[in-house]
């Protein structure tokens, strides 16, 4: 099925951009990185203006709300990806999975079976494998930042960070099938990267956040990640747009992301203790294989 290929090259794509996220960031700040290549990306959507309208108050609105959502999301998630191994910020991502799946269930109505609740199990069970090993958090390593009186108290605050990324990036992919039923993929995109770019413009303003754009534009890994975007969405929104989709499933095949992150981490930034999370995301993974059945 197309939509199932759209998806996984979602996934992959999502899984180059976060890393690229983290490069971005040795040369600029989270806020800076977030505002240049939210407008570089709406640059590359601009074409699209000329269909992007039609589209009705009740969607125009849904469609603010859902880039407020990511506009959050998206601050949440720089900041974490900024202080914490990309490896590990990925199988923190997984958690968005639970999150999209109950809420295809609660909201879109469609139905979990036996081995779609055995895989629910076993990706809760990998994260809290990842969580709850024995002084991962309390360990005092180069991968997680500790407060000035030496507590783990900075290192949970971006494990949370990460968690609420998750669920509202849950919240805003179950919105995508909503607004996918009357709007086109490129209406979507169009005025949700406009609304992104709002928020972010308004954030700028008022925190006074002094954006570099001789380094910025500079800075080709936040090209990379406004391309990127901008491809992985399309293909996210359009599969979206087709019929026999399901938010359930294509939550779960998203995740190849993850595995991406992993690999990157291990080769770009020698991260230590790859092989644990990826054995986290190997039972994750296995929660994915059978909730497809």
């Known amino acids: 099925m197309i939509w199932i290929i759209l998806v996984l090259i979602y996934g992959i794509l999502k899984g180059i951009r976060d890393i690229s996220k983290k490069k971005a960031l040795e040369k600029n700040g989270v806020v800076e990185v977030l505002f240049v290549y939210t407008l570089l990306s709406f640059i590359l ?13 009740r969607d125009m609105l849904l469609t603010a709300f859902k880039s407020f959502i990511i506009f959050v999301a998206f601050l949440c998630s720089f900041y974490a990806i900024d202080k914490m191994p990309i490896s590990l910020y990925g199988v923190l991502d997984l958690s ?6 109950l809420l295809g269930v609660i909201i879109l109505h469609e139905t979990l079976g036996t081995y779609q609740w055995i895989g629910l199990f076993l990706v809760g069970g990998g994260i809290l494998l990842l969580k709850y090993k024995p002084g991962f958090l309390k360990k005092k390593t180069a991968d997680l930042p500790a407060d ?20 509202l990036n849950g919240v805003s992919g179950t919105m995508d099938k909503i607004l ?44 990379l990640i406004a391309i990127l975007f901008i491809i992985a969405d399309k293909c996210l929104f359009i599969a979206n747009g087709i019929e026999e989709s399901s938010v359930t499933v294509m939550t779960l095949l998203k995740q190849v992301s993850v595995v991406i992150m992993i690999i990157g981490g291990r080769i770009i ?11 986290c995301a190997a039972v994750v993974i296995a929660g994915i294989v059978i909730s497809a059945l």
């Open 45 to 57: 959507v601009s074409p699209a203006a000329a269909g992007a309208g039609g589209v009705s108050g």
């Open 96 to 101: 968005r999975m639970v999150f999209s799946m």
């Open 148 to 167: 000035s009186k030496g507590t783990d108290k900075t290192a949970t605050l971006f494990v949370v960070l990460a968690f609420v990324s998750a669920f």
């Open 180 to 223: 996918m039923r009357t709007m086109t993929s490129s209406q979507l995109q169009f005025w949700y990267i406009l609304f992104m770019l709002i928020y972010y413009g308004l954030y700028v303003v008022f925190t006074k956040t002094k954006i570099d754009w001789r380094t910025a534009l500079k800075n080709y890994h936040i090209w």
């Open 269 to 279: 930034y020698k991260e230590k203790d790859t092989a644990y999370r990826m054995f």
